[in-house]
């Protein structure tokens, strides 16, 4: 059991160091990995494994709250796109332009 315990306390730090720089990818990729250790685990944890399962669940918290603060950053990202986006096209029109507006610059 320590030797798994071991292992997810790793994998919860790796996780995090993942989360802070943003390297989304290779986060995904260790979802296998995770699953995999928390699949291993026995219930109930001996009393020895208190420490480091208290240490990966605060890790895992501050992991946790890390990806909600950037979901949240990415989804007003997203809404500023998609305002400037509207804002464009009002400006465009319907995109139509009359023989009228066209502009001569053959000169």
């Known amino acids: 059991m320590s030797d798994v315990l071991d292992e997810l306390l ?3 730090e790796r996780e995090h160091e993942l ?7 290779q986060l995904a ?3 296998a990995a995770r699953r995999d250790l928390v699949a291993r685990l026995t219930t109930p944890a001996p009393v020895s494994a ?16 890390l990806l909600a603060a950037s979901v949240d950053a990415l989804r007003r990202e997203l809404a500023t796109l ?3 986006r509207s804002a464009v096209r009002g400006y ?3 995109g139509a332009i009359s023989r009228a507006e066209r502009v001569d610059l053959a000169g």
């Open 50 to 65: 208190r420490a480091a399962l208290e240490r990966a669940t605060e890790i895992q918290a501050h992991t946790s709250a």
């Open 19 to 25: 989360a802070v720089s943003c390297e989304w990818e």
């Open 92 to 94: 465009g029109g319907d």
């Open 82 to 84: 998609s305002h400037g």
């Open 29 to 31: 990729a260790l979802d």
């Open 10 to 12: 790793a994998l919860t």
